[in-house]
T-cell receptor, first 118, second 109 residues
Framework: GAVVSQHPSWVICKSGTSVKIECRSL??????MFWYRQFPKQSLMLMAT?????????EQGVEKDKFLINHASLTLSTLTVTSAHPEDSSFYIC??????????????FGAGTRLSVL | SQKIEQNSEALNIQEGKTATLTCNYT??????LQWYRQDPGRGPVFLLL?????KEKRKERLKVTFDTTLKQSLFHITASQPADSATYLC????????FGTGTRLTIIP
């Protein structure tokens, strides 16, 4: 099956610092990657859609200057939380799309990154 | 606005019984519906996809139905095992996936 690696799995940082999260598709090329945020007992909320070689598309209410996304290659997308504050503490999950036979895209998810901002 | 509801936040089922989870949606006509499993502190894992023209799909002990008239999908796990305990998410497929809040399933030995 398709493997998506997300790193780090857990990070603690001081308020005001920036944190970078990496998402890699290990055994397939992903033209599209997605970044989600999940609060406890809540659903995954899409933050942005990342396409290789172009600017990310952000969902309404997500600050693009706060959450910088770079999709430099077909296997790597990064999310940088800039000037993190305690309210940014959450579980961040990336996914990468892979096309199945029959033309349907399936999203394969990383294991997630637990961010705690002190 | 589009709305997805999963019938209960938590569901406890005795081992060996069939667990049935419900996903209802409104103001939407998805061409596909997907089910995922999510373990605590982990990302979701894709389980099954069902198309709007498919009534039912099976994979080992899993069965998914899709009723576009009722705007409902049912997810069944037969012969449930404690290892099936997890949160199960349905997701509507469109330009982007839209997830339900999930049902936390616990299989009691």
């Amino acid at each position: 099956g398709a493997v998506v690696s997300q790193h780090p799995s857990w990070v603690i940082c001081k308020s005001g610092t920036s944190v970078k999260i990496e998402c890699r598709s290990l055994d397939f090329q992903a033209t599209t990657m997605f970044w989600y945020r999940q609060f406890p007992k809540q659903s995954l909320m899409l933050m942005a859609t990342s396409n290789e070689g172009s600017k990310a598309t952000y969902e309404q209410g997500v600050e693009k200057d706060k959450f910088l996304i770079n999709h430099a290659s077909l296997t790597l997308s990064t999310l940088t939380v800039t000037s993190a504050h305690p309210e940014d503490s959450s579980f961040y999950i990336c996914s990468a799309t892979r096309r199945l036979a029959g033309g349907r895209d399936i999203q394969y998810f990383g294991a997630g990154t637990r961010l705690s901002v002190l | 606005s589009q709305k997805i509801e999963q019938n209960s936040e938590a569901l406890n089922i005795q081992e060996g019984k069939t667990a049935t989870l419900t996903c209802n949606y409104t103001n939407y006509s998805p061409a596909y519906l997907q089910w995922y499993r999510q373990d605590p502190g982990r990302g979701p894992v894709f389980l099954l996809l069902i198309r709007e023209n498919e009534k039912e799909k099976r994979k080992e002990r899993l069965k998914v139905t899709f009723d576009t008239t009722l705007k409902q999908s049912l997810f069944h796990i037969t012969a449930s095992q404690p290892a099936d305990s997890a949160t199960y998410l349905c997701a509507l497929d469109g330009e982007k996936l839209t997830f339900g809040t999930g049902t936390r399933l616990t299989i009691i030995p």
